[in-house]
Each structure stands twice: as structure tokens, then as C-alpha cells.
């Protein structure tokens, strides 16, 4: 089954993903009703489908957002939503964790 989940490294450990994150970081989860594509804007995206709740995210964790049945090869739409004072700006590649 799969559990999708929010891996939340420490910024040492990214080789040139980069991220800033600041407030008391609070974050809400749902599923979407279709995937994003390179023309998902705001403004078209997929509606929330399911919510999977709100999250304090810390750097250096890993979060379990849900467990849910899934078909072999079906692509999903996840959403995360900052809550309050909570702003998460990033920049990530394909360059691994050290």
C-alpha cells in the first residue's frame, strides 16, 4: 500500500536543491483530483480531492502523509499548503541526499 511520504532534509545534506523555510511550519495535505502537468497553473489546477491534514514540519524528518490503495504505474496529485506564518521557498534536481 502505498504511504507517501515528505522527506525533509537538512540543507548540508542536499548536494544543489536549496531551500529556505521559516515560521512555525505548519502544513496541510490532500490529494488532488489529477496530476499537475507544465501548464498547471494556480488557476487550473486539480481540485482537492482528500484531505490527509496538517503536518508541523521540522528539517531533518521524514513525515508518513497517509497510506492509501494504489494501481501499479498510477500517477497522483498531492498538494501541501503552508498555514500561517509558515513560508517554504525551494529549488530541487535530481541530485540526491548526501
Do not use: V
Not at 512555525?24 to 488557476?43: K, N, P, R
Amino acid at each position: 500500500m502505498p504511504e507517501p511520504r515528505f522527506l525533509f532534509p537538512i540543507q548540508s545534506m542536499l548536494e544543489t536543491s536549496a531551500y529556505t523555510f521559516s515560521g512555525t511550519g505548519s502544513m496541510e495535505f490532500s490529494m488532488l483530483d489529477g496530476i499537475a502537468t507544465g501548464s498547471t497553473t494556480y488557476a487550473n489546477a486539480p481540485k482537492n480531492k482528500q484531505s490527509f491534514g496538517t503536518f508541523n514540519l521540522t528539517p531533518g524528518n521524514a513525515y508518513q502523509i497517509a497510506s492509501f490503495p494504489c494501481q501499479a504505474g498510477q500517477a497522483i496529485g498531492i498538494w501541501m499548503h503552508a498555514i500561517g506564518d509558515t513560508a517554504l521557498d525551494y529549488f530541487q534536481d535530481f541530485n540526491p541526499c548526501r
